[in-house]
């Protein structure tokens, strides 16, 4: 089997264009032009069963707005994971706080309350958990430690987009959590978006201020001001607002996207019973209380030359396969550059970054999985 023309992801519905259209010749662009942005924040919010929603351009900054908002910074420690996208630790550096590396559970790849009660000091003040993959992390024995030690928790939810435990939404368990829209993730608003959830109101008030160049919300909303100028900076922020055209795009796929959750799952299901049947190939098992989201399916492997040989084989027929997300984000040049590598061993990390395979997932691989024939992707050059 060869994919002539592999499938892709995102692709932008009739209604997802006309949406976007819709906004340009209305000629307001601008979040605080338009109604698109606030729809939005209110929307997604409800969807996860959480009080406030604010959306921003992307998921790193999403991030950094989430760090500040919790009081984060110089001098301060953040627990992080090695396994991720660096965006999740490089955040923690932009607030002027510290990243430390926990390990990972063997088989989701998650921090765990076990690994972050080794690295916890008393300069530790923030926990940022990712749920990799789709894979929702340990949510309720992590904020129980997080509380005995009033530690603030970041959920990063930017591959996790409607994944559960016990029936409740990622990103509604920490003190706040930053969702991702980027171009491949789940839900995709244009090639870049972000959005950050919190039940806090002062947490919200602080993003809501520092997303708008320091704007106090109290003061720009709900004050009665006499006529002239309104001083209504407050504080130093930045501007993190979304267009309105990724906003539109956002409302359409949130329709959708419980349709694509369900379809993910299925997909990851069938690739995973057809990769079994290869030896050395084993299914990592979700429990039976997780739903996970699926932005990719990961498989682990007995050992590198299997995983070698898979990756070259997979790719050769068109389906991109990877080493799933980078397993030891500290031997990036820049955290060794300013000494921010872990100071215990990650065996954990190290070992899944030897041992697994991640495959995609996203609705239109059905046909391509249902022809999928696993002793085609051997590489036997």
Not at 73 to 95: N, Q
Not at 214 to 226: F, K, N, V
């Amino acid at each position: 089997m060869s994919l002539s023309t592999p499938p892709s992801w995102p692709i932008y519905a009739e209604d997802e264009r006309e949406a976007v259209e819709r906004v340009l010749c209305s000629g307001k662009s601008n979040y605080w032009t338009g109604e698109e942005g606030k729809s939005f924040e209110q929307e997604f919010a409800q969807w996860c069963g959480i009080s406030h929603g604010l959306c921003v351009f992307n998921g790193t900054v999403a991030l950094e707005l989430a760090l500040r908002a919790c009081g984060i910074g110089t001098g301060d420690e953040v627990i992080v994971t090695p396994r991720s996208f660096l965006a999740s630790a490089a955040a923690v550096v932009a607030v002027g706080a510290t990243p430390v590396f926990a390990d990972v559970d063997s088989t989701s790849g998650n921090i765990t309350a076990e690994t972050i009660s080794c690295v916890i000091t008393e300069h530790t003040r923030g926990i940022v958990v990712v749920h990799i993959g789709g894979w929702p992390a340990e949510m309720p024995s992590i904020m129980k430690l997080a509380s005995k030690y009033e530690i603030k928790v970041i959920e990063d939810c930017a591959q996790a987009h409607g994944a559960e435990i016990d029936g409740q939404r990622v990103g509604t368990f920490g003190h706040v959590s930053a969702f991702s829209f980027c171009q491949d993730k789940i839900i995709s608003t244009g090639g870049e978006g972000g959005m950050i959830l919190t039940n806090d109101q002062s947490v919200y008030d602080r993003v809501w201020s520092f997303r708008d160049h320091g704007r106090d919300r109290e003061s720009t909303l709900l004050t009665d001001h006499p006529p002239g100028f309104r001083w209504l900076q407050h504080q130093f922020g930045t501007n993190a607002r979304m267009t309105e055209m990724q906003a539109a795009i956002g409302r359409c796929q949130l329709l959708k996207v419980g349709d694509w959750v369900e379809q993910r799952n299925k997909n990851a299901r069938a690739f995973s019973e057809k990769m079994q049947s290869i030896d050395g190939v084993e299914i990592l098992r979700v429990p039976s209380n997780l739903k996970h989201s699926y932005y990719r399916v990961e498989v682990a492997v007995s050992d590198e030359k299997l995983r070698d040989s898979l990756l070259l084989g997979l790719n050769r027929i068109g389906i991109a396969a990877t080493i799933g997300p980078c397993p030891e984000i500290y031997k990036e040049p820049a955290f060794q550059r300013f000494g921010l590598s872990p100071q215990i061993p990650l065996p954990m990390a190290e070992q899944l970054g030897r041992r697994t395979i991640s495959l995609p997932t996203f609705p239109g691989m059905e046909s391509i999985i249902d022809a999928f024939l696993p002793c085609n992707c051997l590489d036997n050059p």
